[in-house]
């Protein structure tokens, strides 16, 4: 008897034929790994920051080819990339552009004002910078100007008018990106003759 087991082959046994499936699983299993994340498709990158509310142009955005798994996880690619769609948070430059960053135009809660700062710009105020605006109303005897106080807790900014003389920053006009809310209290600051200046908040929209 133990001279049949000793001349059995060893690719008749169960266990052997086992071992040799787990093998050719654990390689083909490898390979397919490989395969995919060697396979890339389109996706779309922001050239440029582009503020919230800002329409989605073919301008903003390049074709970038990306692993097929990254694509997968919610990208907007050329065949998403639809009239009318619009920023829907600050997408900063360099960055692969996702579906939750977007939105339809009638979906947006914001608008754009254009303010004349009468205090010197931050520098590290810069395109999509979230900043409060701060007013001052003038005084009813013309003699200077009220307490500031905050009229915009949060806008991000959309452009800056930079001058170029020695008080460069100083009374440029500056573009910002408010909620809809909170736009007749800027319109009434700005016709009131407030004095109007951003401060940087440290925070990223």
Do not use: N
């Amino acid at each position: 008897m133990s001279t049949a087991r000793a001349a059995r082959r060893p690719w008749t046994d169960l266990r052997f034929l086992i071992g040799l499936a787990l093998i050719a699983l654990a390689v083909a299993g490898v390979w397919f790994v490989v395969g995919a994340a060697r396979q890339t498709a389109p996706a779309l990158q922001a050239v440029h920051t582009i503020v919230p509310g800002r329409p989605l142009t073919s301008a903003d955005v390049r074709v970038v080819d990306v692993a097929l798994g990254t694509v997968g996880a919610g990208y907007l690619t050329p065949a998403t990339l639809e009239p009318g769609l619009i920023a829907a948070r600050t997408i900063t430059e360099g960055e692969l552009v996702p579906t939750s960053a977007v939105a339809g135009a009638d979906a947006g809660r914001t608008t754009v004002v254009v303010v004349q700062s009468t205090a010197r710009i931050p520098s590290a105020v810069t395109t999509g910078s979230v900043v409060e605006l701060w007013s001052a109303a003038p005084r009813t005897d013309a003699k200077g100007f009220a307490e500031p106080r905050v009229l915009v807790p949060e806008a991000t900014v959309s452009t800056i008018e930079q001058d170029d003389g020695p008080l460069a920053a100083k009374g440029s006009s500056i573009e910002l990106v408010v909620p809809r809310a909170q736009v007749g209290d800027v319109l009434a600051a700005i016709a009131a003759g407030a004095a109007l200046s951003v401060v940087p908040t440290g925070a990223h929209s």
